[in-house]
């Protein structure tokens, strides 16, 4: 089988499955979407910035950093 | 240990047991559901019995909105190692990175692949091309289980790695020691076949919610067989993985076993504690050592669950704090000789750090050979009081035991669930199927119970000997945490009122209607 003709098979596949979904699956895809969008654009964004790659710009320094806190007591 | 926030550590603390809670609620469903219905699907292409398929169908229908409310929640544990555990994260990273990236790949295409067969396969691809996917799905989500119980393996009981002074990190020196760690190995089995244990309980306490409504009759009885079959199966095997646990645990992780019990002073032939209630005093005078009010002991059991010995040696907190030696001889140092030994490999690595800029060779050598020599208690460095490196023990010891109990009360509910079945009397049996009904949150008690166990039992360390939970958060604004704790506890609590909504709307409509 030629690679399009396959391609256009998995598209429909997909296609009408999510055509002919009930309402239980239409409900969950829209909580699954709103669940990835707060998760990635609210929560990821706003308030889980990687700590250290924020902070500084290279290995070196983040592992600097870590040997500091490990070593020093606050 | 004074000068850090405990605010911070508390509220960070209690952010990531809350969401690996919540997790972990949804997780155990999938993992054990996806083969009850592997086993169902297989019944029906081996008998092409219609009834099997509606079956299988409803059942799936269950799987998926537990799959899809669930999924991804694990991510958010990600962003807090990255936020609020960094020195952790950092200290760990080269360990974690390759299960954690098979996981993330492997999840990513098996799932999304094989789960969209599972639900819109049906009469578009072969009978056997859409129970090879089921199986898939089933089997792919387990092996996403294994790379994430093979981390939290390594955190309990650290091999196969080696630490690198000049990046702080932990390096892995062999992908299998890691993979096939006794404690990764034990952890793996005993949490999916608790899981397939849960998820065999939901079947046979929706079952059975059908059964006491006079509905769907024989679509629940073959479900509840399907389940109990499956069940009893599993939880024997709960049992088995559990005791494997205990042996390694209290080899690798004595301190945690020493507060599953509740057992202060060890001794020969140590009983096992059946059933215990603490007090609210302590005639030692340490708050979390609690003396015991009433307790049922099986005598000798303890040392024979720990080393198949009925007279060896089971160490207690108060053995470990002061040294003991093991049944094979082996001394373990007391608690402050490990403190000095870790306070050895903390200065250690500091001169370490401090000869490189300073270009001093010698001392860079002599302090590397220092700090290998006391890697092993590094953590210890952290702690003025031995008795810091006791975990909570009251919370380990009532969790472990409802563990356990509730455990007892499955295996009993499967082989009753089998023989009301047989002999035809289970629709009568309104008290069995009530109970069976409230076996439901009783198997996510016992679950998250084990988790419990697991998580307070290895306290204080996040990375057992090696570094403790206040020394991995970042450090970062307390309030911060505090928001996303309750921003968390509001969308976790809403995507589970929306499972059991949508999941209730589903059993009321039933197999006859339902589907996808």
Same mark, same amino acid.
């Given at each position: ?74 | ?22 997790? *972990?609620?949804?997780? +155990? ?86 789960? @969209?067969?599972?639900?819109?396969? *049906? ?14 799905? @089933? ?25 690198? +002074? ?60 399907? @389940? ?202 309104? *008290? ?85």
């Amino acid at each position: 089988m030629k690679p399009l003709i396959i391609l256009r098979k998995i598209w429909f596949f997909y296609y009408e499955g999510f055509v002919h979904q009930k309402e239980w699956s239409r409900q969950v895809w829209f909580i699954i979407i709103l669940k990835l969008f707060i998760m990635f654009f609210i929560l990821k964004f706003f308030f889980f910035p990687n700590f250290l790659k924020s902070k500084y710009s290279n290995d070196k320094d983040r592992g600097d950093y870590v040997i500091e806190q490990l070593t020093n007591p606050k | 240990m004074e000068n850090f926030d405990m605010s911070l550590v508390d509220w960070s603390r209690a952010q990531f047991a809350l969401t690996a809670m919540y997790h *972990w609620i949804f997780v +155990p469903l999938t993992l054990g559901l996806a083969f009850i219905i592997a086993i169902m699907e297989t019944i029906y292409y081996k008998t092409g019995n219609l009834e099997w398929k509606k079956i299988t169908k409803f059942w799936m229908t269950l799987f998926g909105i537990n799959f899809a409310i669930g999924v991804a929640t694990g991510i958010i544990l990600e962003f807090e190692f990255g936020t609020n555990w960094s020195n952790y994260s950092w200290f760990v990273g080269d360990i974690f990175g390759a299960p954690l990236a098979i996981e993330g790949i492997m999840a990513f295409f098996m799932e999304s692949t094989f789960i @969209a067969v599972m639900f819109f396969g *049906w009469n578009k691809v072969s009978k056997k091309f859409h129970l090879i996917s089921t199986w898939l799905v @089933a089997v792919g989500s387990n092996l996403s289980a294994l790379w994430i119980l093979v981390a939290n393996g390594w955190m309990q009981n650290p091999v196969g790695m080696q630490f690198n +002074p000049d990046t702080a990190r932990n390096e892995m020196l062999n992908f299998w020691e890691v993979l096939f760690s006794p404690t990764a190995v034990n952890k793996f089995l005993h949490t999916i076949s608790s899981a397939y244990t849960l998820a065999a309980i939901f079947v046979i306490g929706v079952s059975s919610w059908y059964l006491l409504k006079k509905l769907n009759v024989a679509f629940a009885k073959k479900s509840i067989v399907v @389940a109990a079959v499956f069940g009893l199966i599993t939880s024997l095997f709960t049992v088995m993985t559990g005791d494997n646990s205990a042996r390694e645990i209290v080899r690798d992780q004595p301190m945690k076993f020493a507060a599953m019990e509740g057992l202060y002073d060890g001794s020969e032939g140590a009983g096992l504690v059946a059933l215990g209630f603490m007090s609210s005093s302590s005639e030692s005078g340490n708050e979390n050592m609690k003396d015991f009010n009433f307790k049922i002991e099986i005598p000798n059991l303890l040392s024979y669950m720990a080393y198949m010995d009925k007279n060896a040696f089971v160490p207690g907190v108060n053995d470990i704090i002061n040294g003991y030696t093991d049944n094979e001889g082996e001394v373990h140092p007391s608690v402050n000789e490990k403190i000095v030994m870790g306070q050895k490999a903390i200065l250690a690595l500091k001169n370490y750090k401090l000869a490189q800029k300073e270009e001093d060779t010698e001392l860079a050598q002599s302090s590397l050979a220092v700090l290998n020599e006391n890697f092993k208690y590094f953590g210890y460095g952290y702690f003025n009081d031995p008795y810091d490196v006791v975990p909570p023990i009251s919370i380990t010891f009532y969790s472990f035991h409802i563990m356990v109990g509730l455990g007892m009360w499955f295996l009993l509910l499967f082989v009753l669930a089998l023989l009301f079945v047989f002999k035809e009397t289970i629709v009568n049996r309104k *008290w069995f199927l009530r109970a069976a009904i409230w076996s439901i949150p009783l198997a996510y008690i016992a679950s998250q119970s084990g988790w419990i166990v697991a998580e307070m039992g290895r306290q204080p360390w996040v990375i057992q000997d090696l570094m403790p939970t206040l020394r991995a958060v970042s450090n970062i604004d307390t309030t911060s945490v505090k928001i996303t704790f309750f921003l968390f506890l509001i969308v976790f609590t809403g995507l589970l009122i929306a499972e059991i909504k949508i999941m209730l709307k589903q059993i009321k409509i039933g197999p006859n209607h339902g589907g996808h």
